[in-house]
């Protein structure tokens, strides 16, 4: 598999979505029984609408792949009794999203337990399932609109492992408006905390593909990109990654990069030079 650290600019969401997931499908083909990181909220939905179309009408097999999702709110599971706009855990996003519209083996797919009687051993739990699982190949993630990885919020370690966080304002906000208002929930009945994957064990990932659209993530996309690594815009931590790193984004969240041209030459250039 070739994933070399790229910053891939596409004019619109649809775009987006289409090349991250022609990453993953890539990798699902080249590796069968990869290890995928999954990630939640409202960017990557067109990224597993083109899996599942290329699952449908390609053939993609997902029967050996594993999945490890990065996050999930404290207290909530899976209600499958109840209609999908009422439960709003992260493994209802997954399993709606799509788990149910691929042939992956349930069991393989792995989404944070936010009913977990001892949350504490449970995340020493995840991290050790990750490991014997043989490492995530590529982990997919969005970036929160204070900057955060999973949820991992400012000021979080970038050494950080899986644990329980309790969540800011901001990212309160953003979620309530994208998911919860939605399903009707008052803001104060959304859950505060929540079990997520740390800076370190994302880190860990072979491959990082990150996706950003829309102009409201423009700012954060060029803080994490070209800003300084600080705790303060935990998605920073890419640029400490070892591995294969690509970040694709439409338009909007890449209008306030710096070097948005250079980037565009690069992608260019590999392209030419097959390289
Ligand atoms: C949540 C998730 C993050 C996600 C972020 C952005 O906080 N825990 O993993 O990246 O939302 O969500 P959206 O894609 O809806 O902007």
Not at 15 to 26: C, L, N, R
Not at 165 to 182: C, G, I
Not at 236 to 252: F, M, N, R, Y
Request: with cysteine; glycine share 10%; charged share 25%.
């Amino acid at each position: 598999m070739k994933l070399t650290v790229d910053i891939l600019i596409r004019k619109d969401y649809n775009e987006m979505s289409k090349t991250a997931a022609g990453f993953i499908a890539q990798l699902v083909q080249s590796k069968p029984d990869c290890v995928l990181g999954l990630a939640t909220g409202s960017t990557p939905i067109g990224t597993y609408r083109e899996l599942i179309r290329c699952h449908r009408e390609e053939g993609l097999d997902f029967s050996q792949v594993t999945t490890f999702n990065l996050d999930e709110y404290l207290g909530l599971g899976v209600h499958l009794d109840q209609p999908y706009s009422l439960d709003q855990s992260y493994a209802r996003f997954m399993y709606e999203e799509l788990i149910k519209h691929i042939n992956i083996k349930k069991e393989n797919t792995h989404v944070p337990d936010g009913l977990a009687k001892d949350p504490g051993k449970f995340c020493q739990e995840y991290e050790a399932a990750i490991k014997d699982a043989g490492g995530i190949d590529l982990q997919l993630l969005g970036i929160g609109g204070d900057g955060h990885w999973a949820f991992n919020e400012p000021g979080s370690s970038l050494g950080s492992r899986t644990r329980v966080q309790a969540l800011m304002k901001q990212t309160l906000d953003d979620n309530y408006e994208s998911f919860y208002a939605k399903a009707g929930f008052e803001r104060k009945n959304m859950p505060h905390f929540a079990i997520t994957m740390g800076v370190g064990t994302i880190l860990e990932a072979r491959n990082i593909l990150m996706i950003a659209n829309g102009l409201k993530k423009a700012d954060v996309v060029a803080q994490g990109i070209e800003g300084p690594v600080t705790a303060q815009i935990t998605a920073s931590a890419i640029q400490l990654h070892s591995g294969g790193i690509t970040v694709v984004l439409d338009e909007d969240a890449a209008s306030k990069l710096k070097h948005k041209e250079h980037y565009i030459h690069v992608e260019r250039m590999k392209k030419e030079y097959n390289l």
